[in-house]
């Protein structure tokens, strides 16, 4: 019979030995490691890697005394995966953000080209503005702009070329404007150009 307080399963040798190694080596180990990557948690992750290595080698780890040496060995292999793998990972995403720059537009040529359209369709009339917002922004057929705003079809397809027309005469003008500079018209004279 046991006596009370004894534990159901009583560590195997293995478990033992693997238990003492940890509580002697650990915080050296972790030293080791601390000082040869960039975070506290890579070296836990280095630190944590080389005791499972040891656990796997339990009855490869020396009895003589030289198991610290042995787990230095192992931590130093482990390390030098863990670099080969923050390279790979670093080549990768270097080679990720080169595809995005080639698939997604610079942000700031989006924004340049917003302002040039916001301030062309700004020299517009409200109602070329209007039409051209629904159709082209809110994606409506002129036949659907036309219920909007409640007038034949016919004459939405008229004004929806004319205002075209003009919106690429305005967007021309602003491009061509003085250098860089977006010159803003005021609504109303380019109301009374038209």
Known sequence: MRASGESRHAPSDAEQRFRTLFESHVRELLG????????????????ADTMLVAWRRIGDVPTDGTARLWLYGVARRVLANHHRSGMRRERLGERLRQQLREVVPDPAEDLTT??????????????????IELTTWEGLQPQEAAMVLGVPARTVRNRLHRARARLRRQLADVRDGPGHVLAVRPEHVAQEEQ
């Open 32 to 47: 080791y490691a601390l000082r040869r990557v960039g975070s506290a948690e890579d070296a836990s992750d280095v630190v």
């Open 114 to 131: 917003v302002a040039v359209i916001r301030q062309a369709m700004s020299a517009l009339s409200i109602s070329d503005r209007e039409l």
